[in-house]
């Protein structure tokens, strides 16, 4: 049984350019969350999905960032025109349902931008 | 915010045990507090969670004081790999999120 699969793990796009990164969740676990952690910082909650709905989204910017958790396939974060300050660790979790358990989380995704 | 208050570093020698404070003076009757971990720049760890009574596993034991304000994680045999940043969270009634702190960035030293 699998982890929490993400990748690629390390990703480099110059600015402007669109940067997507997915998240395929353990086996059962119907609900994905995504954080981004910066440099020297706390992991920083951005979006819960479930299979083709997104349930809470308040952690994520305004602008350029967008989340799907398809019915097939694995969850992706997209970020459009890339700036320096996208430049983060990205990790994604999942769990089987809603309610008091832990998140099994992945290995992350490292963007840099250039 | 963080609704959780934990010293930034502490260290602790091979075999020992290891004890992380945590304080959530403002936590609510239905809130859990959880530990993770995070070794290096991987993934976070989940690592054990608990409402009102102790709660221990294979990895660490949880002390809940009685009055909810403040807890412990106890590692009763820290190795070398136990080196992480340990967060303690409270999460939030009804919501799926997470707020992590800044943490207890844990040595372990032979």
């Known amino acids: 049984n699998a982890g929490v699969m993400q990748n690629p793990r390390h990703l480099v796009r110059r600015r402007g350019q669109e940067a997507r990164l997915r998240c395929s969740p353990m086996k059962g676990h119907s609900h994905v969350y995504w954080y981004r952690q910066l440099p020297e910082e706390g992991l920083k909650f951005m979006v819960y999905?479930?299979?083709?709905?997104?349930?809470?989204e308040s952690g994520m910017p305004k602008e350029r960032f967008s989340a799907e958790f398809p019915k097939e396939g694995p969850s992706i974060l997209r970020i459009q025109q890339v700036v320096r300050g996208d430049s983060a660790a990205y990790f994604c979790a999942s769990s089987p349902r809603w309610g008091n358990y832990g998140y099994t989380f992945g290995s992350g995704t490292r963007l840099t931008v250039v | 915010d963080a609704k959780t208050t934990q010293p930034p570093s502490m260290d602790c020698a091979e075999g020992r045990a290891a004890n992380l404070p945590c304080n959530h003076s403002t936590i609510s009757g239905n809130e859990y507090v959880y530990w993770y971990r995070q070794i290096h720049s991987q993934g976070p760890q989940y690592i054990i969670h608990g409402l009102k009574n102790n709660e221990t596993n294979e990895m660490a034991s949880l002390i809940i004081t009685e009055d909810r304000k403040s807890s412990t994680l106890i590692l009763p045999h820290a190795t070398l790999r136990d080196t992480a940043v340990y967060y303690c969270?409270?999460?939030?009634?009804?919501?799926?999120?997470?707020?992590f702190g800044t943490g207890t960035r844990l040595q372990v030293f032979p």
């Open positions: 969270i409270v999460r939030v009634e009804n919501t799926d999120k997470l707020i």
């Open positions: 999905l479930q299979k083709e709905n997104i349930i809470d």
